[in-house]
């Protein structure tokens, strides 16, 4: 078995510092919840809502292993409001392999949304966007996934190293049940330099400036009859949603 590769998290009091020098860093789950002002249990608490994903029915790869929730949110002047629920969209500049077209997921449940955890979440990490760009208003995508290994091997980012075409994205492992891979690579967008590790620590976060890095993570396999790999991941875009009027 190949050794795990730790994460290197920073601290989460020179986490703006970090991120505006390196374009990315990474957060341990501790670390979220002082910043988020909850308790790691409050997470732990939504959790199984992962096990009710609806199968992504758009893969063009023919597999069946991704599994998913999509809503979105406007974070404007301190205020988090979820909009009605709208097509996730993105450029074939972005996603060569499933850009281009509307992609309509099932929402998130209403367990996940009211919990305690999940507006103190969204807040802190926008708030974070907010003191990096000095932008008041932020345009948020929020996507539940499930990769799993029923048919072998499950491929988390199967459009491969990529940019999602936004300000900041951040990856937050949920789970990792009886799985091997799944490593997470993060490589500069305009340089030689690259950063591989493995998140393992449930709830903690890979915060991404998007216009400097770009990032993958690589397929998953099962070390028994079956495993998955659960992630949250939240999208931070100014100026509006991605939408096919972009074409």
């Not at 190949?2 to 341990?28: C, N």
């Not at 809502?49 to 929730?69: C, E, M």
């Not at 990096?132 to 799993?148: C, G, M, S, V």
Request: hydrophobic share 35%; net charge negative; proline share 6%.
């Amino acid at each position: 078995m190949s050794t795990l590769i730790t994460p290197p998290y920073a601290s989460r009091y020179a986490l703006q510092e970090i991120v505006a020098q390196s374009g990315y860093a990474l957060l341990s789950p501790q670390d979220l919840c002082d910043i988020a002002e909850f308790d790691l249990t409050e997470l732990h608490a939504i959790q199984h809502s992962w096990n009710d994903l609806p199968t992504d029915n758009y893969l063009k790869d023919g597999g069946r292993y991704r599994y998913r929730r999509h809503s979105c949110f406007v974070f404007d002047g301190g205020q988090l409001k979820q909009t009605p629920h709208r097509a996730h969209w993105q450029p074939i500049a972005y996603n060569a392999l499933h850009g281009g077209m509307e992609r309509w997921f099932e929402p998130m449940s209403a367990d996940v949304l009211e919990s305690a955890a999940w507006r103190p979440l969204l807040h802190a990490l926008a708030n974070l966007c907010v003191q990096l760009k000095n932008e008041p208003t932020w345009y948020i995508e929020a996507h539940q996934f499930r990769i799993d290994t029923t048919d072998g091997i499950g491929r988390p980012t199967p459009e491969g190293a990529h940019r999602d075409g936004v300000d900041f994205v951040a990856v937050l492992l949920v789970d990792r049940h009886e799985i091997k891979g799944g490593e997470t690579r993060v490589f500069e967008a305009a340089g030689p330099n690259g950063q591989r590790f493995t998140l393992t620590e449930s709830w903690s976060v890979l915060f991404l400036d998007d216009e400097r890095v770009i990032h993958e993570s690589t397929p998953i396999q099962p070390m028994g009859d079956a495993g998955h790999r659960d992630t949250l991941v939240l999208t931070f875009r100014r100026g509006g949603f991605q939408g096919s009027d972009e074409m």
